[in-house]
């Protein structure tokens, strides 16, 4: 599976305005595209960040939605949006808990890394970090999404709300101090989002 994420900051008082523009035009326009499977949308309303981020079934569907969003995406987001940023990923690790995440909390934590290292990345995340996200109260997803050319990645976790969330950070921060030191990794942003939209399957 592959992502691509679209990440845009601008005055937080128009926040709102993108928002019911991408849950009706946005989300038309995705659901129109061959290859689509599902959404999420995630924003900091204090400081004016959007985050999302869309599915493909693969590189060439992800590839072939390039072009139309390119060009419908400034209308989309304006006026909110003062710059935006697009990024695309590999899904090297997925994980879902049968639990509700609409009005929880995303947290992001941005690596690089030596591409050389991208599997070791991978493998670290799946046989040491899942099983003790799993255990940390109100985790519903974990994700992990790399691209492995320019040694860059992201993980996100998804909790049932900001309860959670808070009570969440001191043991996932002790987690990604054990990650990242096994899998050579450098952390170079933590970020924190309310989550308003998640389809089914989807960080």
Do not use: C
């Not at 981020?53 to 419908?72: L, Y």
């Not at 969440?168 to 990604?176: C, F, H, L, T, Y």
């Amino acid at each position: 599976m592959f992502v691509r994420t679209v990440y845009a900051t601008g005055d937080p008082a128009l926040l709102d305005s993108a928002l019911r523009v991408l849950n009706s035009q946005g989300h038309d326009l995705l659901e129109e595209r061959p290859g689509y499977r599902g959404a999420g949308v995630f924003v900091d309303r204090e400081l004016g960040k959007l985050l999302t981020v869309s599915w493909w079934e693969s590189e060439e569907a992800q590839v072939n939605s390039d072009e139309v969003m390119r060009e419908r995406r400034p209308a989309l987001l304006e006026p909110f949006a003062a710059s935006v940023a697009v990024e695309h990923y590999r899904v090297a690790v997925f994980h879902a808990l049968p639990r509700p995440v609409v009005g929880g909390a995303l947290r992001v934590a941005r690596l690089e890394f030596d591409p050389r290292d991208a599997d070791l990345l991978a493998d670290t995340f799946h046989a040491s970090a899942l099983p003790r996200l799993e255990t940390v109260q109100g985790l519903a997803r974990a994700a992990l999404f790399l691209d492995r050319d320019r040694g860059r990645g992201t993980v996100g976790t998804v909790f049932t709300d900001h309860r959670t969330l808070s009570a969440s950070r001191a043991a996932q921060s002790a987690i990604r101090r054990s990650v990242t030191a096994k899998a050579h990794v450098t952390v170079v942003a933590l970020e924190e989002f309310d989550v308003i939209h998640a389809d089914p399957h989807t960080l």
